[in-house]
């Protein structure tokens, strides 16, 4: 039995039925996507010890959409973010949405790609290109007192926050610029997880 059935099994409570073999096809696949989505990086690197790099690019396309929603309530329930993100002239509800639409197609906007790291980002409005590196975006971006889950959140609307007319100062090359940009998307746009990291 391979590590992500074992993996999938105990977080599933039981209900993959059988062994399929050393790589999962589409039923687990979408088992994975949802120990993806509980967000818990130890579980989910032993999860996903065995993917093939298209598999775990997949993978992470899932996790993105769903986190793209995610940010898509965010914009729509809190003005102060809302009010951050549309500072350059840009409606970034129209850009996430479409955004999300071209996940996985050629010359998406916004996608999952080796290149992206942590995050990478150029260009402006619909021209952008945002990239996330698919062990980096299932894993480990998490920041300091950020559940997983919040750091996906926050660097969606970070990284669309530069191409949204860069309504937060560049920050390429710059870590401590894009620590203080961190905090500034998470202040407006995660007000609650703000406080919570403030007073640790
Ligand atoms: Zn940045």
Sequence with gaps: MSLWSVMARRVMGGRISKDTGSRPGEGELMRLSETALLGEPSLILEAIATLAPG????????????????????????????????????????????FRERIGHRGAQMDIDESGGGGSQRGQGFETWIRFGPINFLTSLSLDGMTLRESQVQVILHELAHAAGDVIPPDGGNPPESVRNQQRITRACLPETYERISRQ
């Design 55 to 98: 598999e775990l690019t997949e993978l992470a396309r899932v996790v993105l959409r769903e986190r793209v929603g995610e940010a898509i309530g965010v914009l729509r329930d809190c003005a102060p973010c809302h009010d951050l993100l549309s500072g350059g002239g840009y409606d970034p509800i129209e850009m996430l949405l479409a």
